[in-house]
């Protein structure tokens, strides 16, 4: 979980804050300076922070960072004790092509050793991170009193007296002189090195060299003796996997307190005896094994390493660097599971063998991993096979101290029908530079080519110049072994450069005591000797070579004379052998052979052979080879079994032996300690482990044990128990009628451990995405029968193999089809339905032959005009299913026509013939509108946006006007090919009206009027006065706001507020007359507010005076006479009925009430007062209420209530009205007419009559009752016409009488009815 920045305490500016804040950098601490960051703005932050560097003493140490943050931070360094002014020793530098700010401190001694910190700083924070730099000390430059102080007085007399024989490279040596390191490099270099090192040194007398090394290896044997009782196992310096280069030995001490001196072309050099420090060197030793470590290799750590104990060399080894680099190097590779990822590079020199590294671990080739080089060994290529989830990481390639790195990704396969099951292999690769490898290959090689040469030359030009001169060599390189002045011949083109796999070269060397004996091979494998000018001198064209003979085996000693004739004489420690007791010695043309049948300790010593005074000497070493415990043997021959993901361990226990070597195969490929295998060799026993077994695992395993005199190999074998491989394909179709199909396949190559119990089958039907299981057949038949097939209809099966450890992958089949192919009949051509600019509308109808199965879907193609091809539109995996189709990728005004196929289980059938052409257009087509607003109010200063939708083809004209006329200038229209949108910007009370839009083209003329109210939010009403003529009733009134005549939609709200309560409760809602009556209570005081409100909301309140204890009341007069008085309070004679007209006709309601005073009546519709509505045309003649609808809409429906209230009361009514269609309405049309015409009759014979009074209230119950009566009869015929309005009758809406037609003179709720009848017309309200 995110936890909040905390503040932390800070030194920042007055008024800033400390924020911490975490950076996805880990290490970086950041300060944020401000609470908030603004819009843009960020922190500073490192991107690359600088990397903790160890280097040794004189070297060039550089720290490198990249920051980012808004605005751009500035960087400053410094370190913890000790400043960084001196221009000399540091130098800042900011690269603005890579963005990086670097610290570099040339030449850097161990007084800069300390932790460096590097500040990024902006005006919104500041972030910092630390490194380490560690100086190491070498050579003498030391501080030497604190070395003395270390060392015992006599170890130090005994350092400073030490000197080694090889030169340091700053003293030169004299001409002629041969350099001591040739003979260090010599006494431990292998026989067949011996060429390559004198042309190296430019020695050409061969013999003379070899009589030099062998006295040199007799003094040296001499000295070893006083402080080593046996050296083994010499392993010449090399580059390892981790990137450090080492030497190892065996060395038995008489002394295990001897000092250990390491000397590095002729200088001491200081090193570590703990391996875990990031020292430069290390000396590690266990048992009497030796091993000496180099870390961060460099060029100048090129040179010869020599190991010395007390005052004698030991081991001596040549450390050379080859000058080679990358022209191209690996890249970043991207690939998906089971694929296989490339990586190649190409070098500047050749090289046989470059390391490959991945995820630090040293590869070699093999299963996993395929390694090839190209023929001039400039182009190196790594496979890495099957690709999988473990293997993504980064992988490197190692030339010299050169190497370079890339990413592996593996990225996983997200088909979601493979979830859970194991992905197959595929067989394409992913990777590589992307460049012509070969083409730069060739290149690097001519130049190569063109430099030797040069070279070549150069050295000619040379030689030529010194014998010019008279130049002559030196005597100790020309005089000849014996006087005879024999040379050696070397080859004059060899080079001393090395191309093993670390590319570094050593030379390979014998244990010490070896003798002269030369063991080098030419191309007819001997040494060639020029014996021109010896006067028949004899010589030795192949010597001795010490050599190591398993006890009762038989051994051959083999040496070879220039002259067949000479006799030898062979002698062992000094005494003459003759052939007798198994040895035999023979000659065959200059080729002496000391044979042993059967060799045992006895034969164990030093042999020489004599031949007129040239001799060879030869040592002999018997011994016996490694074995093996044979209870342990048996043990260890037992197979072992595991399942997957399981740990394999194996383990062989053996006597003791000295100079073993150890090594563990799986099948023919060496097993190392790395990734997931384990291997520990001890003195007596060996122990091998594999973790997280996979069935790749399996095989078999293979202990060596080694040493000088043979090999013992033991064998087990690893069993891992998985689930079995793929059967082996492929798939054979034995039969496939119109019945059966049968199938036949092979066991897979793995049984994954345990035997095959039994095979699955399952099918797919093509076209069809599920799978279907058939059943089981057992192990020992590989074949199926289906025998529920459709004839003509394709199948895929699917075989799985199964045993006790579960299912395998399938082996998937083709399409199988079930007997013949029967394709369906072609069907006849398509017709173009209908066609539009973007879409062309076609049907078809089935095929008369559909090939006897079931016809699955269809295929549409289709063909543009003055055009050749038929593009088909899906494919056949997917058929258009129904038997229409709506072709839209189409271009306007483009032709096209269209054929169709049918497609069975057999496929694609013949295509009908061609439909007709058409064009994609859309067709004439008359304006329309599409759900157009006919209402919308906007807010008085804010722009009003009228968009309306509308279809025509073609694009029509559009014009706005407004009442009329056409709208003014200052409006905005904007026309698109389906919509206008007028828009009136800053909108005044005075842009309300009826605004008309009239779209016309070609195909005819449309128009729609939308009514725009602009308003505001309403003023406040006016003062309120309250009266009481009820007791227990208040009438409330108030002045209108004087926004009602400019807002027909304007109402008002009643808010009360008594002393018991203390609340505000609205006690009215929507009345749209100024006045209220409201009940009140004795003893309690009220308060009212009224409120406007419209379309926009409500406006301030309007207070009322305090009402209540001592406010006015209804006097009461007790001392004057009772009266008799007609007032009552409302009631109601004739109730409201039921009405159920139809859309869009007349609706006439009526009620008789009576009341004294008259009441007061209010229609509502579903809660809201519709007094001032006019939409509803209200009148009230003498109690008779009557409430009229032109034109019933939808809207009008619901429930109708009519409230009649006095000063005594209030009484009330409801009925709810219908809305239905019936369109049959002719057959009652003269009926309806009648009623409209004798209605308007006595309607104004009513108007007449209003303005007189009448005389009593017994007179006015009278008129009203008998009104009642007739408006009931007449209500009457109205219900056998169900109110319904005969054809030709034509009534304005008040919305349609908004646009322009006129009103009636007079009563203002009297719209004009027209008749088409000629000669007709009437008004009513």
Known sequence: MLKNPSKVMDKTAEGQVGIRKKSKVPGVMIIQSVEELPEGKSHPDFSRKPIALTIQEGKLAVFKAKVIGEPKPSVTWARNNGDISDPQKYQTKFDPVSQEHTIEMPNVSPDQADTYKCFAINDFGRASVTVVLNVIEVGFNKDKEQKAAQMEPGDLRMALKRKSKVRPKTEQKKDGEIDPKFWEILLCADKKDYEHICAEYGVTDFRWMLKKLNELKKEREEEQVQFVKNISNLKHIAVKGDGTASFELDMDLLDINSNIFIYKDGEMIQYSKEMEQEVKHSLKQVGKKFVFTIRDLLSDDAGLYQLDVEDVNVFSTDFKIPQVDFLVKIQEVKAKERQDAVFECVLSNPFSKIMWVG??????????????????????????????????????????????????????????????????????????????????????????????KERIDVGKTAKDEKVAAGTEASPSLMSGYNGSGADLEFMSNSVYASDSGSGFSSVSGSSVGDNCGLEDHTEDGWIGVDTKGTGGQVLLTSGLSDIYVARGKPAELVCKLNNSNTNGVWSKDGEKLSSKGGVTISQN??????????????????????????????????????????????????????????????????????????????????LTDCGGVKVVKEINHSRLQIKDCLESDAGEIKIQLKNLFGTVEALSRLIVLGKPSIPKGPVEVIESTDSVIEIKWNPPNDDGGSAVTNYIIERQQAGQGSWTKLGDVSADRVSFKDRNVSHGKRYMYRIYAENTEGIGDPLETENITAGTLIFPGPLAPPKVVSAFKNCINIEWTPPEMDGGTKILGYQIEKRKKDTKQWVALNPVNEPIKALKYSVKEVSEGSEYEFRVSAINASGVGEPSGSSLMACAKNPNLKPYFKDPEDFIVVRAGNSARIKINYEASPIPDIQWMKNNEPVPSCFNTVNTEKSSTLTIPNSKRTDSGVYTIVAKNSSGKASFDIEVRVTDEPKRPGPVALEQLVHGKVIITWAPSPDQELDDRLHYIVAKYDSDTRMWRTIADRLFCTTYTTSVLSGREYHFRVYAKNDMGLSEPSESPTWGINSCKASVFTSLPTMITFERPPSILVPLKVHTPPKGYQCYMTCAIRGCPAPYVSWYLNGICINSNKHYYITNVHGVCSMHILRVEPSDGGEYKVVAVNSYGKAECSTRLKIKDDPNVHGKARMAQKILIARADRWLKRRAGQNRKARTGHEEKTTTAKDAERDSAELGREKEVDGKIPDGHIFRSRKEDMSGKKRTSGHPNITRLTHKTPNTQLAFP
Not at 596 to 619: H, I, L, P, W
């Open 589 to 670: 043309q200059g080729i002496h052979k000391l044979t042993f049948q059967r060799c045992n300790d006895s034969d164990a010593g030093q042999y020489e052979f004599d031949a007129s005074g040239c001799k060879t000497r030869v040592m002999l070493t018997v011994g016996d080879v490694p074995e093996f415990d044979p209870d342990e043997l048996y043990k260890f021959s037992k197979p072992v079994t595991v399942k997957v993901g399981q740990t394999a361990s194996f383990k062989l226990m053996f006597p003791p032996q000295d100079s073993l070597e150890i090594k563990w195969f799986k099948d023919v490929h060496e």
């Open 359 to 452: 995820k630090s671990s040293l590869l070699e080739h093999g299963e996993k991993y395929d390694i090839t080089v190209s023929e001039d060994k400039l182009i190196h290529r790594l496979v890495v096979k099957d690709c999988m989830q473990v293997d993504k990481g980064i992988y490197a390639a190692v030339a010299g101290i050169k190497s370079c790195n890339a990413w592996l990704i593996v990225e996983a396969d997200k088909d979601p029908n493979l979830y859970g099951k194991k992905k197959a292999r595929k067989t394409t690769q992913a990777g590589g530079s992307g460049l012509d490898l070969a083409k730069i290959a060739a290149e690097q090689q001519a130049k190569l080519q063109t430099e030797r």
